[in-house]
């Protein structure tokens, strides 16, 4: 790895840190507590997958959004490949196309 690329990571990684460490701070308006950053989420009848996603929202925020990230791309990637192979079944090229000029 370059130099360039080693000065890169670690700023980023700064600035994420900060970001995280920031999420969890309490912030007051006008003399006034903020309340739709600090709105929780019911979990009265969730189980499995739900209450944790839910109990994931109301205490880490930056671990939900990076996690809805991450299952976003994961989905979007496999739709991408899904429509290609039935694309691909009725024999349609859905492969780069070539510019000449």
Same mark, same amino acid.
């Given at each position: ?7 890169? %990571?670690? %700023? +980023?990684?700064?600035? %994420? ?5 920031? /999420?969890?701070?309490? /912030?007051?308006? !006008? ?7 600090? $709105? ?5 009848? +969730? ?7 839910? $109990?994931?929202?109301?205490? =880490?925020?930056?671990?939900?959004? @990076? ?7 994961? +989905? ?7 429509? =290609? %192979?039935?694309?691909?079944?009725? !024999?349609?090229? @859905? /492969? ?6």
């Amino acid at each position: 790895m370059s130099m360039k690329k080693i000065i890169t %990571l670690c %700023l +980023l990684f700064f600035v %994420l840190s900060i970001a995280y460490n920031n /999420s969890f701070a309490s /912030s007051e308006v !006008g003399g006034k507590q903020e309340t739709s950053l600090n $709105e929780k989420v019911g979990t009265k009848n +969730l189980s499995g997958v739900n209450l944790w996603i839910v $109990e994931l929202y109301n205490n =880490d925020r930056f671990m939900y959004a @990076v996690v809805v990230v991450l299952v976003m791309a994961a +989905l979007g990637s496999i739709m991408a490949f899904g429509t =290609d %192979l039935v694309l691909k079944h009725f !024999g349609i090229n @859905v /492969s780069r196309i070539s510019h000449s000029e």
